[in-house]
């Protein structure tokens, strides 16, 4: 990469591994800058305290994944960027096979995608993700005492819901809407990818792997992309 390289971490969450990572660059002597994008402000708070600690040169973004990562910030062309997506990152957005052609767009030669992806989903991380989830009851109009927060494992992830601790009455633009006790209203779904799931979306956005972890090690799959020059044609 050069000395001078910048970090984008996209969906940050507390930013603790981009951080890490960017403070070992650091110490490599590797001039660096870490972006950190997250559809939530909280996260970026939490990210940004995390980069304090370290020490380390950072800016937060709201991210919109329905617009090009061109739209977030401006790519330079004088130094690389290493975009990263880690641990249940990918699982979280809604169309990742967008979201790996709106990165592969955005790259130029020399630029980097690392992947870090638990295959094994851990629901005690979704679990102690309620203080955060709590930001939608309050969207919703309802108190913290009127909801139960929960996740359930199933075959496609990990749901991330709240159940109703007593019957409520809500007024949604302007409509009137009853909600019964029991009721589930879900509030975030965390997909599940098996390997070859993740090989074939990067393949078909035009990537390929320069780098791959062995898998015996970890059940995490770790891999390093790059765009070519040439794009196969198949």
Known sequence: FGNVLTLVDLGCGDGSKAVKIAYELGGLGKNVKLELCDISQDFLAMAKRCTRRYEVRARGRILDVSLPISHHFKIRDNYPYLFMFLGQTLGNFENPEEVFNNISDAMRQGD???LEIDLEKDEHIYRDAEPLMKEYVKLLGLNE???????????????????LAQNRILFLDGERVCLSKGQRILVGKSMRFELNDIRGMY??????PIYEADQKLSPRYVTVLEKPLFRKIL
């Open 145 to 163: 005492g009127d909801v139960v927060y929960n996740v359930k494992s199933t075959s496609e992830g990990i749901e991330m819901y709240f159940e």
């Open 203 to 208: 393949e078909s956005s035009g990537l390929r």
């Open 112 to 114: 980097r995608l690392m």
